[in-house]
């Protein structure tokens, strides 16, 4: 028992009152929270401008880690991310972690939304119009015209054997459509 709980538990004992007792934290405990704060503006200094728009962050933080990529110097760096971690103290860590987790191309979700995006790509290019008319029907927010378009630029580009950037175009098409609505036949399986 530290000094400060036994003498505030003999305080209370001598005026006859109940003891509380606070939740302290440890200097351990903050020092780790503290290196985790550090490592956490670490990693968001290594995204891009437009991944850092999804994160939840203040425009101090987003300017401090805008700033971190022009410093060379390692003790002026190790001293501007000590300063950054202070600032993430005051953001929802959570909310930071969760991000990450939906922007990483290793994430489970992430995976099965590439071959689901996959499967619907080469399902549109094999059958194109009860493909079609199933994905329509599936996603019914998706644009209609430029999902027929994109299936037929692929079939040119492949007739004239081009590279393939239709191609491409409607598989992040896909992504995007899928990633926007939420299938009920992945989630079951995340819950599972």
């Given at each position: 028992?530290?000094?400060?709980?036994?003498?505030?538990?003999?305080?209370?004992?001598?005026?006859?009152?109940?003891?509380?007792?606070?939740?302290?934290?440890?200097?351990?405990?903050?020092?780790?929270?503290?290196?985790?704060?550090?490592?956490?503006?670490?990693?968001?200094?290594?995204?891009?401008?437009?991944?850092?728009?999804?994160?939840?962050?203040?425009?101090?933080?987003?300017?401090?880690?805008?700033?971190?990529?022009?410093?060379?110097?390692?003790?002026?760096?190790?001293?501007?991310?000590?300063?950054?971690?202070?600032?993430?103290?005051?953001?929802?860590?959570?909310?930071?972690?969760?991000?990450?987790?939906?922007?990483?191309?290793?994430?489970?979700?992430?995976?099965?939304?590439?071959?689901?995006?996959?499967?619907?790509?080469?399902?549109?290019?094999?059958?194109?119009?009860?493909?079609?008319?199933?994905?329509?029907?599936?996603?019914?927010?998706?644009?209609?015209?430029?999902?027929?378009?994109?299936v037929r630029a692929v079939?040119?580009?492949?007739?004239?054997?081009?590279?393939?950037?239709?191609?491409?175009?409607?598989?992040?098409?896909?992504?995007?459509?899928?990633?926007?609505?939420?299938?009920?036949a992945i989630n079951e399986?995340?819950?599972?």
């Amino acid at each position: 028992m530290s000094d400060r709980r036994f003498f505030g538990a003999k305080k209370a004992l001598l005026l006859n009152t109940p003891v509380v007792e606070a939740a302290e934290i440890s200097k351990t405990e903050r020092k780790r929270d503290a290196h985790a704060a550090r490592d956490i503006g670490e990693r968001l200094s290594e995204l891009t401008e437009t991944q850092l728009k999804t994160f939840p962050l203040s425009e101090t933080l987003q300017a401090s880690l805008k700033e971190a990529r022009s410093i060379t110097a390692h003790g002026a760096r190790k001293r501007h991310f000590q300063y950054i971690g202070k600032l993430m103290r005051q953001h929802d860590v959570a909310a930071i972690e969760a991000e990450f987790i939906r922007i990483d191309p290793d994430a489970p979700h992430n995976i099965r939304l590439q071959h689901e995006s996959e499967r619907w790509r080469d399902r549109l290019l094999s059958d194109e119009n009860t493909a079609v008319t199933a994905f329509i029907a599936a996603y019914p927010h998706s644009d209609v015209q430029a999902l027929r378009q994109l299936v037929r630029a692929v079939a040119k580009e492949r007739a004239e054997q081009k590279p393939p950037r239709y191609f491409r175009e409607l598989f992040r098409f896909v992504r995007d459509t899928l990633s926007m609505t939420p299938n009920p036949a992945i989630n079951e399986q995340e819950t599972e």
